[in-house]
């Protein structure tokens, strides 16, 4: 069973300060993974998709990395309005129909 | 162009009621999905749909959920009996291309509220 665990749970940062988010997953045939950004009562938003280990994805101060067992997700000089909730999710398997399996999550907040 | 529409945004119903929450993917999208999400909860997988047949039904959590997808287009979840552990976000979600590597685009989700 495919399986996405993302840590920490939550996290507090100042205006400025970098952090790494981590994102562990163990599947069967990795095809993509991908990040997603929520916002509190709205649907998931599209970040990056990363397909092989070595891979990196940038947006604006977020920069995503992949290795065979996990992804982080770098957050350079954050600002209050990258507050959140980050999740990672993985497509796997031949017949997976683009389903995504999904982790935790982690509540990022950053303060002024 | 427009993306994932879903309606009603909010749903409160009294237990045992019928409820249906529809989903209108990004014109175009061929695959369509139904996840949902509980308080503090990871997003769970329903059912997805690709065109309008569900090959993979087995994320339903019981026989009182069903889905259906007309015309490649709109989909309607349909919760019957509806118990309080029901009470979610259901999101749906859309994509353009099943068997590739395409993310889902998500839509804003209906708050169910079983009381």
């Known amino acids: 069973e495919d399986q996405v665990t993302q840590s920490p749970e939550a996290l507090r940062l100042q205006e400025g300060e970098s952090s790494s988010l981590n994102c562990s997953y163990t599947v069967s045939g990795l095809r993509g993974l991908f990040w997603y950004r929520q916002d509190p009562g709205k649907g998931p938003e599209f970040l990056f998709t990363l397909y092989s280990a070595g891979e990196e994805k940038e947006k604006e101060r977020l920069k995503a990395t992949l290795t065979k067992k996990e992804s982080f997700l770098h957050i350079t000089a954050p600002k209050p309005e990258d507050s959140a909730t980050y999740l990672c999710?993985?497509?796997?398997?031949?017949?997976?129909?683009?389903?995504?399996?999904f982790g935790g999550g982690t509540r990022l907040m950053v303060k002024p | 162009g427009a993306g994932v529409s879903q309606s009603p945004s909010n749903k409160v119903t009294e237990k045992g009621k019928d409820v249906e929450l529809r989903c209108d993917p990004i014109?175009?999208?061929?695959?369509l999905y139904w996840y949902r999400q509980s308080l503090g909860q990871g997003l769970e997988f329903l059912i997805y749909?690709?065109?309008?047949?569900?090959?993979?039904k087995s994320g339903l959590p019981s026989d009182r959920f069903s889905a259906e997808r007309t015309g490649g287009s709109v989909s309607t979840l349909t919760i019957q009996r509806t118990q309080q552990e029901d009470s979610a976000v259901y999101l749906c979600?859309?994509?353009?291309?099943?068997?590739?590597?395409?993310?889902?685009?998500f839509g804003n989700g209906t708050r169910l509220t079983v009381t």
């Open positions: 979600a859309s994509s353009l291309v099943v068997g590739g590597i395409s993310p889902l685009h």
């Open positions: 999710a993985v497509q796997a398997g031949e017949n997976a129909g683009n389903m995504l399996t």
């Open positions: 749909f690709q065109g309008n047949s569900a090959p993979d």
């Open positions: 014109s175009g999208h061929t695959a």
